[in-house]
């Protein structure tokens, strides 16, 4: 019992993790602009950021893809980790970025890439701890626990944002200090690469661990799209509903 405490722990501080960066990149977003997308038009400046808020959105299924990929073949606990590493480095490299004025178009350019690879490792993050969580479960556990699992993952969100929230209070309070707005990124960042080293130390799921026992070969994408194209279109929309 004490094992899967310990397990879910460190499935949830990804997931609290992901909320946690998108709110602290939508309550800054007016310093952002400023800093980073530096225009003699404000508006212009604000529609960038909006593009890059946006992109690690968009990238999301692709992120999907590639750890679904590497959960496949290499495991769910290096899949989930590699995602929360990726998650958390380009936080720590964003809460150390130079300005505009000091690094030029360099400065956007970084973001938009930061943006990107938060949203690829983003995209293996939810649905990857899910999957790890249930995964976890024995035969009996899959009858009644597969909801409570599912509400926890989706409640953790909430704790990532109240911390957020919390931290933006903290440095619109101190706001005479102009680096104040980096001290949530850098913080978040070692709460990430907390999170690494909590799923360094977990063990892999027992129905991975049976499957490459048995040299079961996994569904691939194409495979997938192949031999059940209605339950894929099912759950691609049924997951497109939910708000994030």
């Not at 602290?24 to 007016?30: A, D, G, K, Q, V």
């Not at 101190?174 to 960042?189: A, M, Q, V």
Request: proline share 4%.
């Amino acid at each position: 019992m004490k094992t899967k405490r310990r397990t879910l722990l460190a499935i949830l501080i990804g997931n609290a993790f992901e909320y946690y960066d998108f709110c602290l990149y939508s309550m800054f977003s007016i310093i952002f602009a400023r800093l980073f997308f530096k225009s003699d038009n404000f508006l212009v400046s604000m529609l960038w950021l909006s593009g890059t808020f946006s992109i690690s959105y968009i990238v999301r299924p692709l992120g999907a893809m590639i750890f679904g990929h590497i959960g496949d073949t290499l495991g769910r606990k290096q899949a989930l980790t590699f995602s929360i590493f990726l998650s958390a480095l380009p936080m720590f490299v964003i809460g150390l970025m130079p300005s505009y004025e000091t690094i030029g178009i360099m400065a956007p350019c970084m973001i938009v890439i930061m943006r990107i690879i938060q949203g690829i490792a983003f995209g293996g993050e939810g649905n990857g701890a899910g999957v790890f969580c249930l995964e976890w479960l024995t035969k009996g556990e899959k009858r009644s626990m597969p909801g409570l699992i599912s509400g926890i993952i989706v409640s953790s969100s909430n704790i990532g944002t109240l911390i957020a929230l919390f931290m933006y209070q903290c440095v619109i309070y101190f706001e005479n200090i102009s680096w104040g707005w980096r001290i949530p990124f850098i913080l978040g960042s070692l709460i990430g690469f907390l999170g690494v080293y909590m799923r360094l130390n977990i063990k892999e799921t027992l129905e991975f661990e049976e499957m490459k026992k048995n040299e079961k070969p996994y569904f691939s994408l194409m495979n997938i799209l192949k031999k059940y194209p209605k339950s894929f279109l099912t759950a691609f929309f049924m997951g497109a509903l939910i708000p994030s």
